[in-house]
């Protein structure tokens, strides 16, 4: 019974996912449908968390937008999800950035680059 649930997880694997943590900055392109139209609109912010594995692995990135902070959280196998990339890595000792809400302004992405 697990063997059939891991093949079926394998054929759902994207082939190429980038390696990213928590805390780093990713800027991720999600396929957005209106009609029979299709575009790529892009969300720019920190990983806040991952959770999952293989194919069921999920990640949140948050962003602040005018002093409110947005919150959105993707799965990485899924087709809608067009790339991640990530533009900074950044170096925290937690694997669920949860404080970041209660920060406003500047101080809500004051996270140490790594490397």
Do not use: C, H, W
């Not at 449908?33 to 959770?51: A, I, L, P, W």
């Not at 962003?63 to 919150?71: A, H, N, Q, R, T």
């Amino acid at each position: 019974m697990t063997n059939i649930i891991e093949q079926l997880e394998s054929e759902q694997l994207k082939k190429s996912t980038p390696s990213f943590q928590v805390g780093d900055q990713v800027r991720v392109g999600q396929t957005i449908v209106e009609g029979k139209k299709s575009r790529v609109q892009y969300f720019e912010g920190t990983v806040v968390r991952r959770t999952g594995i293989r194919s069921r692995s999920k990640f949140t990135v948050r962003k602040v937008i005018d002093s409110i902070g947005v919150e959105k959280t993707y799965l990485l196998n899924s087709p809608l999800v067009d790339s991640v990339k990530v533009t900074r890595k950044g170096k925290v000792r937690r694997a669920r950035l949860f404080y970041l809400r209660d920060r406003v302004g500047a101080k809500a992405n004051r996270i140490k680059a790594r490397g």
